[in-house]
């Protein structure tokens, strides 16, 4: 019922920006969180950048100072400047609706040295 459907990702060299974006289709009901997350190869997924209805927000120690998130009612936003090859990975869009998760099928994001 729910789709989210990220854009942005590609390859990009050291030090270079990248802006992720992520739209939700279909009924949005009680949405209570939004955010970003990552995997990288041969890593566990981990949050990128999250932010909840109250509009406080939370980054990965990694991308502090280098990473903003921003949202619409039904879009989240990464910017994401300073890049580095450890920030390789494939970035998945999160939305919890009504107490239940929902993810993107992911965007690819490669740095290259």
């Known amino acids: 019922q729910v789709q989210l459907v990220e854009s942005g990702g590609g390859l990009v060299q050291s030090g270079g920006s990248l802006r992720l974006s992520c739209a939700a289709s279909?009924?949005?009901?009680?949405?209570?969180?939004m955010g970003w997350y990552r995997q990288a190869p041969g890593k566990q997924r981990e949050l990128v950048a999250i932010i909840i209805s109250s509009g406080t927000t939370n980054y990965a120690d990694s991308v502090k100072g280098r990473f903003t998130i921003s949202n619409g009612r039904s879009t989240v936003h990464l910017q994401m400047n300073s890049l580095k090859p450890d920030d390789t990975a494939v970035y998945y869009c999160?939305?919890?609706?009504?107490?239940?998760?929902?993810w993107g099928e992911g965007t690819l994001v490669t740095v290259s040295p």
């Open positions: 279909g009924v949005i009901f009680r949405l209570s969180a």
């Open positions: 999160y939305f919890q609706m009504n107490t239940r998760d929902y």
